[in-house]
């Protein structure tokens, strides 16, 4: 089993593709290369692969990066199941998981939550989905101080608030608070879940 996170930029056209295109570019190489593991089309929808048990830090890396740039967000639909044929180009390659991605992502389009799952097991999904829905009621509400505090934890999962604090140049007590405004706690309780929820 694998997945497939199909998704774009949402106000993408508010800035030039230079002020968010590397910040994207950046987080879809940390799966693999393009265009075999990843691409982009259309200006500013992506499509990338990676095993199940990254999925969710993959999505949620890409939106507090997204978000670090004010008024940006991204809609992503992670799809969960197999890759039957590879092609050179992931726009090339199918599967259940191609398919539960790509449909789900066009549902996404029409509807107010920007981030879904969609697999083989509907009574997984629809717990994992009420769980994101109740956690995007305050990630959708992210500052991009806040964003930028999140996307530097998934990054360095191992590094100290110190260390954080000397990076971007601030005292380790306003760490403490940024983490606690972005409710980074609660996020990192969400990828353990879902780590071992769809474990098969």
């Known amino acids: 089993m694998i997945a497939i996170l199909t998704g774009d930029i949402v106000n993408s056209g508010l800035y030039p593709v230079r002020e968010w295109m590397p910040h994207l570019k950046k987080v879809l190489g940390l799966a693999g290369v393009q265009p075999g593991v990843w691409d982009i089309y259309r200006g500013d929808e992506f499509q990338v692969k990676t095993p199940v048990?990254?999925?969710?830090?993959?999505?949620?890396?890409?939106?507090?990066?997204?978000?670090?740039?004010?008024?940006?967000?991204?809609?992503?639909?992670?799809?969960?199941?197999?890759e039957t044929f590879t092609g050179q180009k992931i726009s090339e390659s199918?599967?259940?998981?191609?398919?539960?991605?790509?449909?789900?992502?066009s549902e996404l389009k029409s509807g107010r939550q920007s981030l879904a799952f969609r697999s083989e097991y509907e009574g997984k999904d629809g717990i994992m989905?009420?769980?994101?829905?109740?956690?995007?009621?305050?990630?959708?509400?992210?500052?991009?101080?806040s964003a930028e505090t999140v996307a530097w934890?998934?990054?360095?999962?191992?590094?100290?608030?110190?260390?954080?604090?000397d990076h971007f140049e601030i005292r380790q007590s306003a760490v403490s608070q940024r983490q606690?405004?972005?409710?980074?706690?609660?996020?990192?309780?969400?990828?353990?879940?879902?780590?071992?929820?769809?474990?098969e």
């Open 53 to 82: 048990d990254k999925a969710l830090e993959l999505a949620l890396l890409l939106k507090s990066t997204l978000m670090s740039v004010r008024d940006l967000d991204v809609r992503i639909a992670i799809g969960l199941g197999e």
């Open 94 to 105: 199918n599967g259940s998981a191609y398919r539960n991605s790509g449909r789900l992502f």
């Open 129 to 145: 989905n009420l769980m994101l829905r109740m956690a995007l009621s305050f990630m959708d509400e992210w500052t991009p101080v």
């Open 153 to 165: 934890t998934l990054l360095y999962p191992k590094a100290s608030q110190q260390e954080m604090g």
């Open 180 to 199: 606690k405004r972005a409710r980074t706690d609660l996020v990192l309780e969400l990828l353990e879940f879902y780590r071992t929820f769809y474990k």
